[in-house]
């Protein structure tokens, strides 16, 4: 899958070469809003699976979701600067985790700050590779106005970590110099595109395409024909839900084209909050 992921990355880094900003814009929102968000739309049906033996009911999962989007929701709206810290945190664990999940190393400390460290170096290469961009969203979600050399520190900071983790850990790594190379690929991506573009790419095809892989495997045992359709229309009614609240609320309540990034990053957070503790429990198992 690595291979087909690489022809694809490049691919569309070609693409963007071509297409016009508004137009790389809605194609990258396209994919983000079918993959990205279909990969999170099981999320209820999972939770249902891991906590079976409390028997929650649907409602009662349901509702554990919800109450959980909204304490992300609240936090955002009080608190949004340190919510957002917060979240880089949590989805550098959550993109960590899914990347290295199946390393068979004991020490599970270790291995939690390998997942962080790895995840914050791939979200601190996106936006200081697109250092203006990310600084407007970022003020955008939290009215705060960062200073020039903060994403530089938190690169190279997760990039430090990372490379103490790896002279740990290296001898459990598969194909240590493969890892490596994705990192310089996504290096060439994020300075390359623009940061919606860029964030697109790796969201898409290195995070939610392998997630549903293993969500469908969790879910079904395999992978195959009939599991994936199985896993299409059990989530497609909560990924439509997902699409219309979405665009319902940029359409009537959004009228600054510019405040479209903050508010896009901060509906992917309140979402991504009770995701991850689903994907945390499902590697457990």
């Known amino acids: 899958m690595q291979n087909f992921n690489i022809v694809v990355t490049f691919t569309c880094l070609w693409l963007a070469v071509y ?4 137009i790389e814009g809605y194609v990258a929102c396209f994919f983000i809003f079918s993959v990205g968000l279909l990969h999170g739309a099981n999320d209820i049906k999972i939770i249902k699976k891991v906590y079976e033996k409390y028997n929650l009911s649907f409602y009662k ?23 957002l810290m917060f979240f880089i945190l949590i989805s550098g664990y959550h993109f960590g985790e899914q990347h290295f999940h199946d390393i068979e190393y004991k020490n599970h400390f270790i291995k939690r700050i390998l997942f962080f460290s790895y995840g914050c170096v791939v979200i601190f290469l996106l936006l200081f590779s697109n250092n203006i961009e990310s600084t407007n969203v970022v003020n955008q979600i939290t009215k705060v106005e960062l200073y020039p050399n903060f994403f530089r520190y938190g690169l190279v900071t997760s990039l430090l ?18 890892e490596l190379f994705y990192l310089l690929v996504f290096f060439i991506v994020f ?3 623009s940061l919606i573009w860029a964030f697109a790419i790796y ?32 989530s497609f009614v909560y990924w439509l839900i997902s699409v219309l609240s979405l665009f319902i609320f940029f359409e ?13 990053f901060s509906f992917l957070a309140a979402i991504t909050f009770p995701h991850v503790i689903v994907m945390t429990k499902i590697f457990k198992h």
């Open 19 to 22: 297409l016009p900003p508004v």
């Open 161 to 178: 970590v990372f490379g103490v983790c790896l002279a740990v850990i290296w001898r459990y790594i598969k194909n240590l110099h493969l």
């Open 191 to 193: 300075k390359t595109a």
């Open 252 to 264: 009537f309540f959004i009228s600054n084209n510019d405040l479209f990034y903050g508010f896009f």
């Open 203 to 234: 969201f898409v095809l290195w995070h939610a395409l392998p997630s549903l892989m293993d969500q469908i495997r969790y879910l079904s045992k395999t992978v195959n024909r009939v599991s994936i359709l199985d896993y299409l229309k059990s």
């Open 61 to 83: 999962s349901l509702l554990l979701y919800i109450l959980i989007v909204i304490i992300g929701t609240v936090m955002f709206y009080f608190i949004p600067f340190v919510t």
